[in-house]
């Protein structure tokens, strides 16, 4: 499923701006990628420790634009400046806080924000799974109330649609699969499906609540006595009721499954790509991958309307 994005990627290739690029691992991916035919870096950071880094790993800069800014914040800020200025179509984390990119994201004069939700996607290429699943919000949102898991929602239906699932089908998940007062998330996730039958929330089916196994087994949705569902046993996405939810099944998945996985913040002008020091190099370069997929499927929607 990975390898059908990068046949896609390789059609168009993006620029990714690198803030505070004097990281070893984030270089080793943005390479990786340039060297597959997806993306063109452009690193921003102390130039220096990049070039040193660059030498160790047997890679010729002659061909790469290098900005020396050496302050983190700065570094943040000039990246982004140049996703705002059309010089660049992605922006990704080095050798700084997330909190500081997201800062310079955020910044009036030089940032890149929407006036939406920011929300991160992850993405798990499951064995058993015939298609990719997304989960939603493990790294952003700590407890998002009723709008802002809508907006969550069409941030996460942007990011499938991109990566090629034209109708997501969205299960908004709690413990259990019947609504029950006492349990806000469930109260969401049926106002949530509502919003979606009366188009509010568009170009997906979204239906819930429902407990984690009934959404993606359609053989235990069958057993819960679940019927007349599109989603509950087929979900490609899944809506957590909180941080806590979604980052344990995030690291459940590729820690102790050790599932392929992916992920990006979105929800601003482009996907930010704001990799862990935990993420394996290969997590680094699937998250380039489906960013710039991502970000090449935002300018073909915007350049056709």
Known sequence: MFEQILKESKKSPQKIAVAAAQDKAVLEAVFSAKEKGIAQPILVGAEGQIRQIAEEMGVDLADTPLVHEPNAMKAALYASNLVREG????????????????????????????????????IIEAAGFDRLLFITDAGMNIAPDLKQKADIIRNAVTVAQALGVQRP???????????????????DAAILT???????????????????????????????????????????????????????????????????????????????????????????FLSILCASRVAAYLAERKGQG
């Open 169 to 187: 089908k969205v299960a908004a998940i709690s413990a259990l699969e019947i609504v029950n007062p006492n349990m806000p998330s469930t109260l």
């Open 87 to 122: 010089q660049a179509d992605l922006l990704m984390k080095g050798m700084l806080q997330t909190s500081e990119i997201l800062k310079a994201v955020l910044d009036k004069e030089k940032g890149l924000r929407e006036g939406t939700t920011l929300s991160h996607i992850a």
């Open 194 to 284: 509502q919003m979606n039958r009366r188009g509010q929330i568009k170009d997906c089916v979204v239906d819930g609540p429902f407990a984690l196994d009934n959404a993606l087994s359609l053989e235990r949705a069958e057993h819960k006595g679940i019927q007349g569902s599109e989603v509950a046993g087929r979900a490609d996405i899944i809506l957590v009721p909180n941080i806590e939810t979604g980052n344990a099944i995030y690291k459940s998945a590729t820690c102790m499954a050790s599932f392929r996985s992916a992920g990006m913040v979105v929800g601003a002008k482009v996907p930010i790509i704001l990799p862990s020091r935990a993420d394996n190099p290969e997590a680094k």
